[in-house]
């Protein structure tokens, strides 16, 4: 262990921070909206355990223009998690602290979790904990192992039918628990596998359209850690269901994976350690495998495998969340089992112990350096998941900026434009303008200094429609074609960049970096002449090489 003071922020009961500026600014939009009385004065008439809690009292939205950004995190472990060890108390105090609106728990399927009833004990905790913690959306999910392939997050909104929905869902389509994992070209079952995924999907939007529950979602968790999600499954999965299957992790957790003197000299921002394996798809490259900023080399390549999909016209967004299973340098240990005890029959493991000496781990707290804002017009759970499924979504690590806000208009058109995640509708040869307003940051990050956004890069692909080969991860007409350096800007501030004619449809979306560490992107300079590049092994503070990535617009011409 490094020898070196243990770090305030790797224990959840030391509250030394402030609250997040921008959550007091978010709080302050909602209150003077009447948006958070009117949700709050329901949860506490109705006991907080149902989505009506946080709906029947909902004031009249207002308005697109007017969205507020929430900040959440969907994928985080508790002691329900046979290789995590906090408590959802732990969890949530740590949550409020880092300023954040929501969050999803999401245990892993195993047979303890399945046969142990822990997602029924797993309810009974989360209920305790919203009322405990009414200003928190706490969402229950589920880690799902795809068959065939990597992890999902599942999740809907508190209901009559939550927890029926992720039991069933598990026992009847979980590959761990199947048995069903093998995902590699020649093997047999593979094609069993991924059929049986997309059959899951199905079923899940079945259940959403028949209004057994009001709503459920699934995002790809950290796609290419394993080179195990193919482009074409990633394609089948958003195309079975593309209601529901709304995106992918654009950056992983584990980010403090890489503290110099603290994980090993081989250690990965990620904890992208890898190799390609046998169940890997052939096609990805080496480079595939390690984290560029960070961020996944899916989301990080411009021209690759992110911008291939959003290249067919279709919306697939991006987030960025802990996955939180143990915190570097925090001081808490498993709690020890009672005789007879373990996870397969119980479901759960035994509350920590804090043992006052830094223990192993590679995470932060939920909302504590990674990120992901939703737009939002009213608050409650199933405002945050249409803000998702909306593509209102921008991430950001270390808290880089404190609010961004996207337009895409016309040249002196009407209104404000067409924001993250939407469609703007021209005819051909009308010029159009992209509107960026950045609220920059305002609180000392991790090393006492403020962060400092230094350039924003414009990235413009061509909409080509569906790919004739599933497995194409490129996108050749996709490059960045205007950097705006905003070093020297502070406060509130807004570019506005002309994108010239549509001559043909588009989107584009935005890229923004502290500067500190980038270079020529994976498909060369000509593409991407300052992208984020890998660190070197086992020395990579990730506090001193952030980005941010919001989501996409697109711009449909028609005659």
Known sequence: ???????????????????????????????????????????????????????????????DPNLVYLVGDHHVH?????????????????????????????????????????????????????????????????????????????????????VELLTRFEEAYDGKLLGWTAGGPGHPDTARNEAHAVKALAWLDQQRRRGYVDDVLVL???????????????????????????????????????????????????????????NSWPGYPAAAYVTYGG?????????????????EGKLFSVTSNSDVHRVAYDTWKNGDWLPGQNFDNTGRLPDPVNTTEPQPGGDFWPGQFSRTHVGVTRYGYRDVMAGLRAGRVWVDHGQLVDGIDV????????????????RL???RGENIELTVTVTTATRPGHHGEIPRLAHLDV?????????????????????????????????????????????????????????????????GATVDPHGPVPHEPGNGDPWLDTWCYPNPVFVDVVR
């Open 1 to 63: 262990m490094p020898d070196q003071p243990l770090p305030q922020w790797a224990d959840p009961d030391v509250a030394t921070d402030a609250l997040d500026p921008q959550q007091v600014s978010r709080r302050g939009l909602l209150r003077s909206a009447g948006l958070f009385g009117a949700a709050f004065a329901g949860s506490a008439l109705l006991g907080q355990t149902t989505a009506e809690a946080h709906t029947e009292a909902r004031t009249p939205a207002y308005g």
């Open 78 to 162: 508790s002691v329900y998690s046979h290789d995590a060890k906090y408590t959802f108390s732990q969890l949530a105090r740590a949550a409020s602290r880092y300023g954040l609106d929501w969050m999803v728990l999401t245990e892993h399927s195993n047979i303890g979790h399945a046969r142990a009833g822990g997602a029924e004990a797993e309810h009974r905790e989360i209920v305790k904990a919203r009322r405990d913690n009414r200003r928190m959306l706490l969402f229950q999910g589920l880690e799902w192992y795809i068959p065939g392939a990597e992890h999902c997050t599942v999740f809907s909104p508190p209901g009559r039918h939550e």
């Open 220 to 278: 790809a968790n950290h796609p290419l850690r394993l080179g195990i999600d193919s482009p074409h499954e990633l394609r089948a999965w958003r195309d079975a269901a593309p209601a529901i299957m709304i995106g992918m992790e654009g950056a992983p957790g584990a980010q403090a994976g890489a503290f110099p003197g603290w994980a090993g000299p081989d250690s990965i921002r990620g904890e992208y350690v890898n190799q390609p394996s046998e």
């Open 295 to 311: 961020f996944d080399w899916a989301t990080a390549t411009v021209g690759g495998l992110w911008d291939s999909m959003l290249a």
């Open 407 to 422: 337009r895409v208009n016309r040249r002196h058109g009407i209104g404000r434009g067409v924001t993250l995640g939407g």
């Open 425 to 427: 509708r021209v005819r």
């Open 459 to 523: 990235i413009r692909g061509a909409v080509r429609g569906p790919v004739a080969d599933r497995d194409d991860w490129r996108a050749p007409d996709t490059k960045v074609v205007h950097t705006a350096d905003v070093e020297d800007r502070r406060g509130r501030f807004t570019l506005r960049i002309p994108l010239g004619r549509a001559d043909e449809s588009f989107y584009v979306r935005l890229r923004g970096s502290d500067g500190r560490r980038n270079g020529p992107g994976f498909l």
